[in-house]
T-cell receptor, first 112, second 111 residues
């Protein structure tokens, strides 16, 4: 089955810095790659996603890049703010299936 | 549109008992997936229902089951509860199966 590795497990940055979280996956059939943000005690929230026919996608301060050949994708957050502090999960989904396989999560702490 | 709702939000059960959790998807969404979230294992897929049919199933024992009704509401049942079943159970709804939107979860504690 699919295996998703996510790094780092924790990330501390200063407000205004950039943050990068990386994920690798094993199943070449995966073609949908969402990112979720989960604040303490809250539900996971879909913040951005990318499909395999696209190499990069941006939405304001967040962007995701995908390298299908190398089987890795990354989340980039620029100009971080304290409210960006949360656990971020990457996930993959193979074509034709609705199963999401998640990474273990990255706890991002943005200090003022 | 109203978001995904789950009831109850918190449950405390004893080993050996069974429990039923409920999920109401976003209006118009026909796909409902269930996930178990624990500190050790993270988010793990349980099963997915689409138009009242189980379409996918994760690697969980048969004690975990589910169903979906004609209005797309879904329930999951866990029988013969074990201590290790203590977790946050999340459901997610989707229009097509890919973009999944999560409910607030049900926190199950087994004592």
């Amino acid at each position: 089955g699919e295996n998703v590795e996510q790094h780092p497990s924790t990330l501390s940055v200063q407000e205004g810095d950039s943050a990068v979280i990386k994920c690798t996956y094993s199943d070449s059939a995966s073609n949908y790659f969402p990112w979720y943000k989960q604040e303490l005690g809250k539900r996971p929230q879909l913040i951005i996603d990318i499909r395999s026919n696209v190499g990069e996608k941006k939405d304001q301060r967040i962007a995701v890049t995908l390298n299908k050949t190398a089987k890795h994708f990354s989340l980039h957050i620029t100009e971080t703010q304290p409210e960006d502090s949360a656990v971020y999960f990457c996930a993959t989904q193979p074509s034709g299936y609705s199963t999401l396989t998640f990474g273990k999560g990255t706890m991002l702490l943005v200090s003022p | 549109k109203a978001g995904v709702t789950q009831t109850p939000r918190y449950l405390i059960k004893t080993r050996g008992q069974q429990v039923t959790l409920s999920c109401s998807p976003i209006s118009g969404h026909r796909s409902v997936s269930w996930y178990q979230q624990t500190p050790g294992q993270g988010l793990q897929f349980l099963f997915e229902y689409f138009s009242e049919t189980q379409r996918n199933k994760g690697n969980f024992p048969g004690r975990f089951s589910g169903r979906q009704f004609s209005n797309s509401r879904s329930e999951m049942n866990v029988s013969t509860l074990e201590l290790g079943d203590s977790a946050l159970y999340l459901c997610a709804s989707s229009l097509t199966g890919d973009e999944q939107y999560f409910g607030p979860g049900t926190r199950l504690t087994v004592t």
